[in-house]
């Protein structure tokens, strides 16, 4: 018999339960695809058109997104290329009641309408302490746009020439707040900007100081920089760009700023990111004097700039729940990052060997620290196949060798880590 004739029809295969169930995850649309293109290896001989639903099913992707989860095990424990911080399991279950119906605007006790997301405002305040105001916007990209728009429209802001940073991917400071309309004035240097640089600027028309943490750089040497207590004494709103989030000082990272220390020391508003040393979702955090909060918050922008009920809910489990990743990977101690390796490395039948790394922040702040790791190392020519594969693993290579650094690597990845390379 010809062997076309025996290939099953696409509805009775699209009958097999498993790919009734797929197609309810999936769309019907998408597992019918997949059969037709089974059909047609078939139809070419490439593939026994008895195991049309198998081959189907193994050619579905696990979701509904062209995104592909990967295990990061660069040792960059912020990675902008991987969406930064990854979610708590506390915060991901956040966003999955959140995606729901939702009270983010409304009062069910009365039945009116209430502030927008403000568990997560109340949450991210109360982590703060002290009678602080709190906003919450797109990024810190979106913070600092609504500041510069609403305090500082059509007025200057002074900035240090040694904070005039770029942060990656299109965020360039000096056009970020020009094209929010507000005026830059550049005091000091380079390398040194003192107060007195800052206090010979402010005039009339200074509307505030801003203050940036350069997050992915550091300037060592002949240096200089006022701090925001001294800045705090000029008399305009001292505005501090903290980028990476931390809202209490970590012991950790001494030289990265905290929201907390920051507004004890004079600062009118600090800005951050959501989605780095704090661990959360991407957000824009904005917190500080509730009157300067107050007039951000009824800007006309802040309606442009606000956050979804997602990511609401996500940075409230963040700051209320149990430790987020970023966290928990950055605390953790080096002989269980040992253990977590040689276990790992055990269970992918013992090839790569396990040897000592360096991590770090990434982008999202602490730049120059080195976190000690622990890494498997593997021959550079093993990357392609690991980062196509799934789920891809992302390593760093060095000196001609493939590294996993562990400690950026979920603990719950380990197993699917082992499996990856056992399958090598
Ligand atoms: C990361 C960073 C930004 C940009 O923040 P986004 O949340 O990515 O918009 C701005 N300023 C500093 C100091 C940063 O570190």
Same mark, same amino acid.
């Given at each position: ?25 999936? &769309? ?20 026994? !058109? ?63 309408? @209430? ?8 949450? #991210? ?40 940073? =770029? ?40 509307? #505030? ?41 970590? !012991?950790? #990272?001494?030289? =990265? ?33 509730? =009157? ?21 809910? @996500? ?8 430790? %987020? ?11 269980? $990052? ?9 269970? @992918? ?21 080195? #976190? ?6 593997? %021959?550079?020519?093993?990357?392609? &196949? $690991?980062?196509?594969?799934? !789920? ?23 197993? @699917? ?8």
């Amino acid at each position: 018999m010809d062997r076309r004739r025996r290939i099953p029809r696409t509805d009775t295969v699209l009958a097999d339960p498993r790919l009734v169930a797929a197609a309810v995850r999936l &769309g019907r649309h998408r597992v019918k695809d997949a059969v037709a293109a089974a059909a047609a290896l078939a139809r070419a001989g490439r593939l026994d !058109p008895g195991d049309l639903a198998d081959a189907a099913l193994a050619a579905l992707p696990p979701a509904a997104t062209g995104l592909r989860a990967v295990i990061n095990a660069t040792g960059v424990l912020v990675h902008t290329n991987l969406g930064r911080a990854p979610l708590s399991p506390a915060a991901l279950d956040a966003v999955r009641l959140a995606g729901r119906t939702v009270d983010i605007e409304l009062d069910l006790v009365d039945g009116r309408r @209430a502030p927008r997301a403000r568990t997560a405002v109340d949450a #991210l305040a109360a982590a703060v302490g002290g009678a602080v105001g709190a906003h919450v916007v797109n990024n810190n990209a979106a913070a600092l746009t609504l500041v510069a728009a609403a305090l500082a429209g059509g007025r200057e802001i002074l900035v240090s020439r040694g904070e005039l940073v =770029e942060i990656g991917d299109g965020f360039r400071l000096p056009a970020l707040l020009a094209a929010a309309g507000a005026r830059l004035r550049e005091v000091g240097t380079t390398n040194r900007t003192h107060l007195a640089d800052y206090a010979e600027a402010v005039g009339p028309d200074t509307a #505030l100081i801003l203050k940036v943490h350069p997050s992915n750089f550091r300037l060592t040497g002949f240096v200089a920089e006022a701090p925001v207590a001294a800045l705090a004494t000029l008399g305009p709103p001292v505005v501090h760009d903290i980028g990476s989030g931390l809202l209490v000082p970590e !012991p950790l #990272l001494p030289d =990265e700023p905290d929201a907390r220390t920051s507004l004890r020391a004079g600062a009118a508003l600090v800005t951050a990111s959501g989605d780095k040393l704090l661990g959360g979702p991407q957000c824009g955090l904005l917190l500080g004097d509730p =009157e300067l909060v107050g007039a951000l918050r009824r800007h006309p922008l802040a309606r442009a700039l606000r956050i979804d009920k997602l990511t609401a809910a @996500a940075l409230e489990a963040t700051l209320t729940g149990p430790e %987020p990743p970023v966290t928990a990977a950055l605390r953790a101690d080096l002989a269980g $990052l040992r253990r977590r390796a040689e276990a790992v490395a055990r269970a @992918a039948g013992g090839a790569p060997a396990v040897v000592d790394s360096t991590a770090t922040v990434g982008g999202g702040g602490a730049p120059g620290v080195d #976190l000690p790791s622990v890494a498997l190392a593997l %021959p550079a020519a093993a990357a392609a &196949g $690991l980062r196509t594969g799934t !789920p891809a693993v992302l390593g760093r290579v060095a000196g001609g060798r493939l590294l996993l650094d562990l400690r950026t690597v979920d603990p719950a990845d380990d197993a @699917a880590l082992a499996a990856r390379l056992a399958a090598r």
